[in-house]
């Protein structure tokens, strides 16, 4: 492994509307030693077209032939990855251009292998909506069960350390299951409390449907973490009151 590589993992499917922003994100890094493993899930749309025309060849591209799924595109970008740290950019996402530069800093400094930041929301025409979601200072696997205080696109952990991953193939919350399995191998995720990444916020995501979420939130926690039944009914019970009726 290149010593400070930092291999950037990119599912995608019909995101050609969003994806070359989120590139450009990438491309205007102060920090320039990475590689980008984009694993495109077989789009129908001109997400191929943009993402080629992009001249860089730190840009790894690689097309599934048949639909699978964001876990299977999500393991294909990880197979791709070749560097010391890996990094996770959905690809509507968008990173502030200190991102790598300062996570690698605030990892090495205080030893972390597993880590995320503060983020904030836009939508689809890139303008800010006012709303930051703090990290926790460090989450254990429980806390994560609770109800996953961690952007997606804000995670980095060291693969020197820790080692590759396979994501579980559920459709919906596989980035959930990715986080508590790394949590069986290191205790805590810590968070970096600056914003460095921007979360867009869409009408027609796979994330929009609340409803239909809770029934991949149970299977996460019977079916791939293996809790008893009440212990699987509390924790969706409790993730329906924070997410759908937005007590907390």
Not at 58 to 74: C, F, H, P, S, V
Not at 79 to 107: H, P, R, V
Not at 175 to 201: H, N
Request: charged fraction near 30%; include cysteine.
């Amino acid at each position: 492994m290149d010593n400070k590589l930092v291999s950037i993992i990119m599912p995608t499917y019909n995101c050609a509307k969003f994806i070359k922003r989120t590139i450009e994100s990438v491309l205007a890094q102060t920090y320039d030693n990475w590689e980008l493993c984009i694993a495109d899930d077989c789009s129908k749309d001109d997400t191929e077209e943009v993402v080629k025309a992009f001249n860089d060849n730190r840009i790894k591209y690689y097309k599934l032939e048949t639909n699978q799924g964001a876990a299977m595109a999500r393991n294909k970008a990880m197979e791709m990855a070749t560097g010391k740290y890996m990094a996770f950019l959905d690809s509507d996402d968008i990173w502030k251009k200190d991102k790598l530069e300062k996570q690698i800093k605030f990892m090495e400094e205080n030893d972390y292998n597993f880590t995320c930041t503060d983020y904030e929301q836009i939508d689809e025409q890139d303008n800010l909506l006012n709303k930051i979601i703090k990290t926790k200072k460090k989450a254990d696997y429980n806390r994560i069960l609770l109800d996953c205080p961690v952007g997606n696109s804000t995670v980095m952990y060291n693969v020197d350390k820790l080692g590759k991953f396979e994501v579980p193939n559920i459709r919906k919350r596989n980035d959930d299951a990715l986080w508590l399995q790394i949590l069986k191998k290191e205790k805590y995720i810590y968070g970096m409390p600056e914003v460095l990444m921007e979360y867009r916020i869409r009408s027609n995501s796979i994330s929009s449907n609340k409803i239909d979420l809770i029934k991949y939130h149970w299977y996460l926690y019977r079916q791939i973490e293996h809790l008893s039944i009440f212990r699987s009914a509390f924790h969706v019970c409790w993730w329906c009151l924070i997410k759908v009726l937005h007590i907390k």
